[in-house]
């Protein structure tokens, strides 16, 4: 049974960080590219970033890049996104997803598995 648990999540004045964890079981963790999505309240869920197995290889949506940075340890089963310079829009549930294969890909349909989500909250 395929497992990703996140953790990390919690609420921060704008300007501060937080750090998102996920630790994957159940599968061969670096056979999967790792992304992180997130959705707001009335909005789609998008992504945010995502990291191929070799973590040398990421993506970043636009609106986090230079402020985000998404990393993974294969060792420990575990993808990181480090969540700086944070914005009060930033404010959503953040979800890890796992997806089988070596392609990127921004859609939620072809993520295979999903966390639970954990809610960031931005104040400002």
């Known amino acids: 049974q395929v497992q990703l648990v996140e953790s990390g999540g919690g609420s921060v004045q704008a300007g501060g960080s937080l750090r998102l964890s996920c630790t994957a079981s159940g599968l061969t963790f670096s056979s999967y590219i790792m992304g992180w999505f997130r959705q707001a309240p009335g909005k789609e869920r998008e992504i945010v970033a995502a990291v191929k197995w070799t973590g040398s290889r990421t993506y970043y949506a636009d609106f986090v890049k230079g402020r985000f940075t998404i990393s993974r340890d294969n060792a420990k089963n575990t993808v990181y996104l480090q969540m700086n310079s944070l914005k009060p829009e930033d404010t959503a549930v953040y979800y890890c997803?796992?997806?089988?294969?070596?392609?990127?890909?921004?859609?939620?349909?072809?993520?295979?598995?999903w966390g639970q989500g954990t809610q960031v909250t931005v104040s400002s």
């Open positions: 997803a796992a997806k089988k294969g070596t392609y990127y890909s921004g859609y939620v349909h072809e993520y295979d598995y």
